[in-house]
Nanobody, 127 residues
């Protein structure tokens, strides 16, 4: 199976920074893209950022663009999410996800694109 393990969450004050990591194991060689999603209490899970393994194409939600940066280490098979200028509205459980190869266009911002999901890491931003 494909396993994704998130880490790096925690409690931070408004304006602070955190870096999340997602370590992939298993048959992730077939993955072409990785995404970060988040779910706040009482809210639906929403897209945050995504990146492709080759070419390093990236995409961001409007709510985090300019504050968050997604990056990757291909050799370590790890994806990162650097979160700066954090706001209380960023508080959520953050999940990483991996897709499987598909013919045609890959919609890296869509939850339906991804087949494998991590367990999530909690991010809490206090006022």
């Amino acid at each position: 199976q494909v396993q994704l393990v998130e880490s790096g969450g925690g409690l931070v004050q408004t304006g602070g920074s955190l870096r999340l990591s997602c370590a992939a194991s298993g048959r992730t060689f077939s993955s072409t893209a990785m995404g970060w999603f988040r779910r706040a209490p009482g809210k639906e899970r929403e897209f945050v950022a995504a990146i492709t393994w080759s070419g390093s194409s990236t995409a961001y939600a409007d709510s985090v663009k300019g504050r968050f940066t997604i990056s990757k280490d291909n050799a370590a098979r790890t994806v990162y999410l650097q979160m700066n200028s954090l706001k209380p509205e960023d508080s959520a459980v953050y999940y990483c996800a991996a897709n499987s190869p598909r013919p045609g266009k890959v919609y890296i911002t869509s939850q339906s694109e991804y087949d494998y999901w991590g367990q999530g890491t909690q991010v809490t931003v206090s006022s």
